[in-house]
């Protein structure tokens, strides 16, 4: 079992920035963060294997956000800068459970979700 317990999320202006903090307790292998707006489905925002090697980004926030893990802590990080109203969700870290990619952009490959945190965009 593996949990996961998000931090970091606020309010902030267009064009601010935020990082987001995901405290994982056991191996989580490949790990990814999740969105979902009201009245939206939970979509893909980025993702990250074990080692860090391999990162995977939406379009919608390619160039503006930064996954990264420091294993020794059991910790994932998503640095989101130029925030745009848009941005404005509820974001979930997730666990793979495995190393494999398989799925890495699908919610449903993933095992394990924190509780999610609320981020706000202000225009």
């Known amino acids: 079992q593996v949990q996961l317990v998000e931090s970091g999320g606020g309010l902030v202006q267009a064009g601010g920035s935020l990082r987001l903090s995901c405290a994982a307790s056991g191996r989580s292998y490949a790990m990814g963060w999740f969105r979902q707006a009201p009245g939206k489905e939970r979509e893909f925002v980025a993702a990250i294997t074990w080692s860090a090697g391999t990162t995977y980004y939406s379009d919608s926030v390619k160039g503006r956000f930064t996954i990264s893990r420091d294993n020794a802590k059991n910790t994932l990080y998503l640095q989101m800068n130029s925030l745009k109203p848009e941005d404005t969700a509820v974001y979930y870290c997730?666990?793979?459970?495995?190393?494999?990619?398989?799925?890495?952009?699908?919610?449903?490959?993933?095992?394990?979700w924190g509780q999610g945190t609320q981020v706000t965009v202000s225009s």
């Open positions: 997730a666990a793979k459970g495995t190393s494999s990619t398989i799925g890495i952009y699908d919610r449903g490959h993933y095992a394990y």
